[in-house]
């Protein structure tokens, strides 16, 4: 998606540990003309899904997740960081290991919002070692839903997490993949 590629190169910044901060449109403040324009965009790559559901985690993944649900007229629903380690049984639970912050989170999503019916997409701002996809994925599979693949803005295509997943046979649309990001600043991506 070039508009996104071209806001990416002038308002992204490289920082140390394959961190690329894009907090002045995509997860501080939020561009939501931008957001519209990406949640057209998933639209028409899952143009042939029967969506339902849309299913994202906090915090990050929820601006975009809920722009993106205008576009696809369906409900999203967000996998809460859950600090207790207190699961009961009316929840779907995954561990996920934060990448940018290192620590391990337990999600979780109510039951009542999940359920075999349910023909799901997920959308999350970054895709990097995959470990968020996998956990959401986790708790789709649990909840005996249908995962319809993944809807990422930015993809570090250097990492491992999309390579991983697409082989596991998941559907992965990243609508800018980074090839190659620089500690100057210089970022390349994939055609
Ligand atoms: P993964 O689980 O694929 O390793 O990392 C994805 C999650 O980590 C995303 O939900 C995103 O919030 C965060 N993340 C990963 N890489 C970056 C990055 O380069 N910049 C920012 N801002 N967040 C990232």
Redesign the pocket.
């Known amino acids: 998606m070039e508009l996104l590629k071209e806001r990416i190169k002038k308002d992204g910044k490289v ?1 140390s540990g ?6 002045s449109f ?2 501080h403040q939020m561009d939501i003309k931008l957001f519209e324009q990406i949640g057209k965009e998933f639209k028409r790559r899952f143009a042939d899904c029967p969506i339902n559901k849309i299913l994202t ?1 906090e915090s ?2 929820i601006g975009i997740a809920s722009i993106a649900a205008q576009s696809f007229d369906v409900p999203v629903v967000f996998a809460k960081k859950n600090t207790t380690k207190n699961i009961d049984g009316a929840l779907y639970s995954a561990q ?5 912050h290192g620590k391990v989170y337990n999600v979780i999503v109510a039951r009542e919002f999940l359920n075999p019916c349910d023909n799901v997409l997920i959308i ?12 959401l994925s986790k708790i789709v599979e649990k909840s005996g839903a249908k995962l319809c693949g993944a809807g990422i803005v ?1 993809e ?1 295509g250097f ?1 491992e ?1 999309g390579k991983l997943l697409r082989a596991s046979g998941m559907r992965i649309e990243s609508l800018a993949i980074i090839k190659s990001m620089t500690p100057d600043g210089e970022i390349i991506f994939e055609d």
């Open positions: 920082r394959n961190v690329l901060k894009v907090d995509l997860n985690i990050s993944g996920i290991e934060s990448f940018t999350d701002d970054f895709l990097a070692n995959g470990k968020a996809l996998m956990g930015i570090k990492q997490g």
